[in-house]
């Protein structure tokens, strides 16, 4: 597992009973996690003292309970970065703080290659890949088909001094917009995808990961150019394992190009255990050095 344990600003405290106590800046939030399993004592005096706790509803959804946030947003850094997080009305803040090891290997990549580098970030979310990959001097394509969460990406990026890098902010389904570059015949030199397990198109449309993924990333890699240096694949869906995710990508993005195709779980050290708690897997094709 790749851990995530550069974090100054955001540190899970402890972890029970379906449950983890996260510190957010000065902001404690519970919110629940299907994977923590164990029943351990909450002993941390902390969980007492949470700001807001997400509760599941037994009808689907849920809601913030608790609450006595003095403030709906505020910030935390990351390195150079600077990311404004909210409590939606999904249980998510805006941020997935394991991803800050994609992050830092994708930052790493670009700065290694010493030459001009394009980046598409798929399914793009509030933009923390895109402005890492910015930060390293990567010219970035942000996709994503919320328009609010466009919207806070570019927020992100203004509050961490990006706002004048060459970033283009793009509204748009991401299979749709692919096929289109496919057509005309722009090429990326890194490309990532963050898809969703589960959801609806702005027509109905349903999208189902394990069902969907492997189409998906053959079209994809037409838009992946000759000289690229890494393409990469999230997944938060517990029935899609890192070994099944490196399977993919070496028979679709990795076929008939040098370079190798690795996979891993991403996760977070909890601080009252000294464990790490998975939080999904990462599959990558990097080319060789």
């Given at each position: 597992m ?54 599941r509803?037994?009808?689907g ?14 910030r ?36 290694e ?7 598409l ?12 990959c ?13 328009k ?36 005309r ?86 601080t ?18």
């Amino acid at each position: 597992m790749r851990v995530a344990d550069q974090w100054k600003d955001y540190e899970i405290i402890d972890t029970s009973g379906g449950e983890k106590l996260e510190r957010w800046g000065d902001v404690l939030l519970i919110r629940p996690d299907p994977q923590i399993i164990w029943n351990t004592p909450k002993a941390h005096p902390l969980w007492k003292k949470a700001d807001a706790r997400y509760i599941r509803s037994s009808t689907g959804g849920g809601s913030w309970q608790n609450r006595s946030l003095e403030k709906e947003k505020w910030r935390i850094r990351y390195g150079q970065l600077t990311f404004q997080v909210s409590p939606t009305g999904f249980k998510h803040t805006g941020l997935f703080p394991e991803q800050a090891v994609n992050w830092d290997f994708m930052g790493k990549k670009i700065r290694e290659a010493g030459r001009p580098i394009k980046v598409l970030n798929l399914f793009a979310y509030t933009g923390a890949a895109t402005l890492a990959c910015a930060a390293a001097g990567a010219a970035v394509c942000h996709v994503d088909a919320s328009k609010g969460m466009v919207a806070w990406a570019r927020e992100n990026a203004a509050l961490s001094g990006l706002g004048d890098k060459p970033i283009r902010w793009i509204v748009d389904d991401c299979k749709k917009f692919v096929e289109r570059e496919i057509r005309r015949g722009n090429r990326y030199d890194g490309i990532l995808m963050d898809p969703p397990s589960y959801g609806r198109g702005p027509g109905g449309e349903v999208w189902k990961l394990e069902e969907q993924i492997y189409d998906l990333l053959l079209l994809t890699s037409r838009v992946l150019s000759d000289n690229a240096i890494f393409f990469l694949l999230n997944s938060y869906t517990t029935g899609l394992p890192a070994s099944v995710m490196e399977y993919l990508l070496g028979v679709t993005v990795g076929k008939g190009r040098s370079g190798g195709v690795w996979a891993s779980e991403i996760g977070l050290p909890v601080t009252a255990s000294g464990f790490s708690l998975p939080c999904g897997s990462t599959a990558v094709w990097e080319s060789q050095s």
